[in-house]
Structure formats: C-alpha cells, structure tokens
C-alpha cells in the first residue's frame, strides 16, 4: 500500500502510520486519521457517505465522516485498490457492562434512527435496501437448516459436528418456525409499506466497537459498512441480542434498553412484535452451521465445535428469554 500516494489524493501528509484493527491509523499534517482498503464497490461508498452526510447534515454530528478526495469523491482508487480515509475519533470503546454505556448507546441508537429517516441516496449510488425481506430471508435459512440435515443423515461417516447438528436441529428448527408464525401474524408488511415512504435506515452492526465513547462522554458511531433501510427495530433486537448474550438473557436488562431507546424515540406495539419475531429466530446456529457446511469461513473444526457450542449452551437461557419476552409484550 502506497500511503503517501493515497494522502496525497486526499491533500494530506502522513507522518507517521501504524496498524490498528485491520486499518490504518495515520498520523497526518491535518490531524490523526483512518486509512482503510475498502471491499465495497464505489457505489456502496456514495451510498454510505451519502448517508452519513445526510445524517450530519440534519444536526447529529458523532460520527465518523468519510474525507473528500481532490477528485470530490469519498474515496480514491490507488493501484486498483479503493481505499479510504476518516477523521480518527479519540475515546474508549463502549463497555455493555456498564449501565450508563448501555443506555447512553441506546438513547444515542434512538438519535440516529430519527436523524437518518428520509435519507434519498444520491445519483450513482447502490440500491441498500432490506425494507420487506424478512419473510423470505427467514423462509430461506429455514430450507438451510432442513436441507443440510437431509445431507447430514444420508452420510456414512458422521464427524462429531454432525452429530451435535443432528441432536439439536431439531429445536432450532422449531423455534426457526415459531418466529416465522410470529412475523406471519404481526403487521410487518403494514410497517414495510409505511416504511417505504418515510425510508428509515438502519446502522446494521451497531456494537461495542462501532460505539466509541470520547473524553467528554459523548457517544459516537462509526462503521457505516453494512448501514442500508431497514425498520430501526432491526437495530433495537440486535444490540439487545449481543448484549443478552453476556448476561445470560437477563430479561431486566433488555427491557430497560428497550425503554432507553423508547424515551428518544418511542418504539410502537407492532415494532416489539417484530423485536420478539428477530429474538425468537436462532441466527447465530443457522450461521455458524452454514459456515461449516458451505465451507465459506476457513477455520479448525476445532474453532467451529467452540462456537457451535457457545451457541448451544445458550439455547435453554434463550428460549426462557423469548417466553417471559412474550409473556411481557402480549
């Protein structure tokens, strides 16, 4: 990577650069910034940069905003390679074992989805749009689930995570179906048609490392890769699922983020039956099985066994979770 050819396209210096998290923290003559490669096609970016300066431009200022190269563009293309640079933001990385990190993430979640409503991407960039796609994503991961099994008892020799999937498919399958009902019967495609109108986004990856928290307390977002319009309560089930993860699916803590969330923007009747429909559907175990099966992610058997039961052993706390979550909501 040239990096004084890509500063250059962005009209700044570097003077002095080091690793950090799979990019780059370059200190420049114009401040401390982030060089990174970009996956994304230039398309993406102009959706992405498109988004975030609509949502500072509105007044929500904490976030990571992309650098404008010589050519006007939020990126530059440097021996066939689309690389990017950001303001680096100082501060601590959120803790979700902290209460006040936790409801100030979730007050802060509550600020950029009504910031970013409305957002019109600007000409040239990619179609991001999830609105309307649960029922077939849901439907799809289901007919994973049951075709791997099918494969899984037709082999001779079964390895030992074929043997754990064939003892637990079974009850994932079950509450894949029950969230799929719950989705069936509530009034998404009503909140998708008026969705559709307002156009609200969504961040996509809002977690403890996209969260950054600086010396004045103030909480900032970055990492806009996967932000695209999508409900909020996509992002609302989300950080609520990673956060009960470390806390054994204390329903206490998940309720009292919903209500941080609430205060800033209040979330209706519908929207927690579609947070209950994301709750109930296991999206870790029909992950980590389709990366072992599908061969997409290249890690040990012994790595996938880990996971697998990370997922597993969480299957009693979760769906004791999902019942009193049910219990409380209907």
Known sequence: ????????????KVLDLKPLRGVYLAYT??????????KKEPEK????????????????????????????LPFVIEEQ????????????????????????????????????????PPTGAAERNDIGKWEKNYLRKINDMVTIKQKVKMKKYKDVFDKMYLEDVDFFL????????????????????VAESIKPICHHDYTYHNIIIDKNYRINIIDFDYSCHELPCYDIAAVIQRVMRRFSFNIDIALEMI??????????????????????FPQRF???????????????????????????????????????FRRIVT
């Open 174 to 193: 079950e509450i894949a179906w029950r969230a799929y009902d719950t989705l069936r019967n509530s009034r998404y495609k009503i909140l998708c048609k």
């Open 286 to 324: 029909w992950r980590i099985t389709d990366r072992y099966y599908s061969g997409k992610t290249q890690w040990s058997r012994e790595k996938f066994i880990k996971k697998y039961y990370e997922v597993v052993d969480d299957k009693e706390f979760m769906l004791d979770f999902i019942d009193d």
């Open 1 to 12: 990577m040239n990096v004084e050819a890509i500063a250059k396209k962005f009209g700044v």
């Open 45 to 72: 970016l102009l959706y992405i940069h498109g988004l975030k300066e609509y949502i500072y431009q509105r007044g929500f200022h904490n976030l990571d905003r992309f650098l404008i190269s010589k050519q006007g």
């Open 81 to 120: 390679k689309i690389y990017i640079m950001e303001d680096f933001i100082f501060g601590r990385e959120c803790s979700f074992s902290n209460p006040f990190d936790r409801s100030a993430a979730m007050r802060t979640l509550a600020e950029l989805h009504i910031y970013g409503q409305g957002y019109i």
């Open 29 to 38: 003559d114009k401040g401390t910034k982030i060089i990174k490669k970009s």
């Open 259 to 280: 209500m941080d969330y609430d205060r800033v923007k209040p979330i209706t009747d519908d929207e927690i039956i579609l947070i209950l429909s994301l709750f109930e």
